[in-house]
């Protein structure tokens, strides 16, 4: 059992991993915003708009976060942290060893794009991910016609390292994409802390 479930928080947004228990708010922001996260993601699973997916999904979240293979988070503004979800931001596929890698994925409501919500939040997660998880790269993905998310990762410090062809079958199809990653600024070996002590 994690002691305590991560909660990564800036003065605006909290990013809470979340859980069964919060299956109803995963639902409803998943339902909401169908169409507008379908054109980027891949094609859901059966049943992937009820309570029952959202509640089996949220437990093996929190299984996935104990071993260290996944970390998702429910985005919120900080003052309503039981509310509506502004959207969702993960760190996945983790390999530690030589590499020390882990890959992010993320979406926002769409009635909450343009405020810097995801800006903010793939800052705080990285700076996590360095600084907690003592990951020494991340790296990212999108497909060449999707803007807004190049924007949001040139913002967060992220740089082009390549192109790759038929990268992921997205909304029916083999999608190019273009392939981004950050570096923990600073130069510390695999597990090693930070700062004295
Ligand atoms: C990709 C996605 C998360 C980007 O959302 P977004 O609203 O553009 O991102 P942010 O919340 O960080 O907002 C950034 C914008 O808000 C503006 N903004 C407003 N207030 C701001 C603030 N306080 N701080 C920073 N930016 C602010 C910025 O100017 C910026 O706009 P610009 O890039 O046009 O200049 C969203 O479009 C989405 O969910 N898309 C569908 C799913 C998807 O594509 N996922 C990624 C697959 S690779």
């Not at 969702?88 to 596929?93: F, G, K, S």
């Not at 082009?160 to 083999?174: E, K, Q, S």
Request: net charge positive; charged share 25%.
């Amino acid at each position: 059992m994690i002691a305590q479930r991560p909660e990564i928080t800036t003065p605006r947004i909290c990013l809470a991993l979340y859980g069964p228990e919060d299956a109803s708010r995963l639902r409803d922001h998943v339902s909401r915003n169908e169409p507008h996260l379908a054109r980027w993601s891949p094609a859901h699973p059966e049943g992937y708009v009820t309570h029952a997916y959202w509640e089996a999904r949220g437990k093996k979240n929190v299984e996935e976060a104990e071993a260290g293979k996944a970390f998702r988070f429910a985005i919120t503004w900080i003052d309503q942290r039981g509310g509506p979800l502004l959207g969702m931001i993960a760190l996945t596929d983790l390999a530690r060893g030589p590499q020390q890698w882990a890959n992010l994925g993320y979406g926002l409501d769409e009635r909450e794009q343009g405020k810097g919500i995801m800006v903010e939040a793939v800052k705080a997660l990285c700076a996590w991910a360095f600084d907690d998880l003592r990951l020494h790269r991340i790296t990212a993905s999108y497909m060449p016609t999707n803007e807004r998310s190049a924007r949001v990762l040139r913002r967060a410090g992220f740089a082009v390292v390549g192109y790759a062809r038929d990268y992921l079958f997205i909304n029916g199809a083999w999608r190019d994409h273009v392939l981004t990653a950050l570096v923990d600024p600073e130069d510390r070996p695999p597990g090693a802390k930070s700062g004295p002590g």
